[in-house]
């Protein structure tokens, strides 16, 4: 299972990469915004996709929109980690084809528990 | 603008206005008696009195304007005003500062607690091991040689167990330690913050000062309401419980998704 975390602040790459190192998942790689995620994304075989929204460059709502439009990554599971609260935002996401939405500030439990109910869905 | 009590709503002196109704008066009575000529100059004095008024205004709005700008300190010509500017300046390096210091607390942190936590994982499996040892010896199924052996790893235990409770406490502390930057960047952010208020208040004269201008020379501005996309992310939202188009928290983003048959 290998796990691309995008986030453009590094403090929360690590408390991701931590998580989810508890939760058995050691195998993960960082990217600091869509566009650098992008390529990763279409060279490396990723299982999994964790995205902050709101980030210079592309955000994760773009590189969102671009996994879903990209003809090899558009069944990637992406579990959006974000602060961004507002309703419209999370339909936005559902519809553009999210599988998860976790809203900072967040628990470990919460994330476990996203994560294994997108796992369950795709299984 | 202290004198504004005296001015009517578009912002003219009685005076002007007093000078206006009589003179108005006077132009309707000389058209009416046919004295057209008379009414001509009426007319022509009635605009110099505008124009007048205009000057006087434009005048005061200058001399406050230039004491908003003073007020915004962003005129560095002798060194107590650079020092000023420099406090507007600052005001970014301060927050850089902030970003900085609660980046380096928040490693410092994870440095530590990545470094604790495989010591826990440590002793609990040791522990545990060790328990199920002593299950078998307190149940006599234990050899001599194996019961040595336990001895001796018992011994072992304690003195890993001393030192990495040491290293745990110690670490905790530091934990704790690194915690001070809230001090700092509370006080950074109290001053920005206040700096903010100062300029908004500033701001505000300036608009109300503009206004007045509009309104005087009839200026109307056509306002494109610029509605901000939030495909970009505006990040953290304040007071969400009390905001109808803001989520609460994670049970409400739960919510609104199964609500879209999620």
């Known amino acids: ?123 | 603008m202290s004198d504004s009590n005296n001015k009517n709503p578009q912002g003219l002196d009685p005076e002007v206005t007093e000078k206006l109704r009589v003179q108005a008066n006077e132009l309707v009575e000389h058209v009416n008696a046919g004295d057209y000529a008379r009414a001509m100059t009426l007319i022509s004095d009635l605009s110099e009195v505008r124009d007048q008024s205009l000057y006087r205004e434009v005048g005061r709005l200058t001399r406050s304007l230039h004491e908003a700008i003073r007020n915004f300190q962003i005129d560095p010509r002798n060194a107590e005003q650079q020092e000023a500017l420099s406090k507007m300046t600052d005001a970014s390096d301060r927050l850089e500062y902030v970003v900085q210091m609660t980046g380096q607390a928040a490693n410092r942190t994870m440095d530590l607690v990545e470094e604790t936590m495989p010591k826990a994982h440590v002793i609990r499996d040791e522990a545990a091991a060790l328990r199920d040892e002593w299950q078998r010896l307190r149940r006599r199924e234990m050899q001599p040689a194996e019961f040595r052996d336990l001895y001796g790893r018992i011994d072992r235990f304690f003195v890993t167990l001393t030192e990495d409770a040491d290293t745990i406490y110690n670490n905790l502390s530091e934990i704790l330690l690194a915690q001070d930057f809230q001090d700092l960047t509370g006080q950074v952010i109290q001053k920005v913050t206040n700096l903010v208020k100062e300029v908004e208040e500033h701001l505000l004269s300036l608009v109300v000062m503009a206004s007045h201008v509009d309104q005087l020379t009839g200026t109307v501005h056509e306002i494109e309401s610029a509605e901000v996309s939030a495909e970009q992310g505006v990040g953290p939202q304040m007071n969400a419980e009390e905001r109808e188009d803001v989520v609460s928290g994670q049970d409400d983003v739960d919510d609104l998704l199964s609500s879209l048959g999620f």
């Open chain 1, 1 to 123: 299972m290998k796990i691309l975390i995008v986030d453009d602040f590094s403090t929360m790459r690590r408390i991701i990469k931590n998580l989810l190192r508890d939760l058995g998942f050691t195998n993960t790689d960082e990217a600091d915004d869509g566009n650098t995620a992008l390529p990763m994304l279409q060279s490396g075989k990723y299982d999994f996709l964790v995205t902050d929204w709101n980030m210079p460059g592309m955000s994760g709502f773009d590189l969102l929109k671009a996994v879903r439009a990209d003809e090899n990554l558009k069944t990637l599971p992406v579990l959006m980690v974000t602060a961004e609260a507002k309703r419209d935002q999370i339909v936005a996401a559902a519809q553009a084809g999210v599988n998860g939405y976790v809203v900072k500030p967040f628990t470990a439990a919460v994330l476990k528990e996203k994560i294994e109910k997108i796992f369950e869905r795709i299984q």
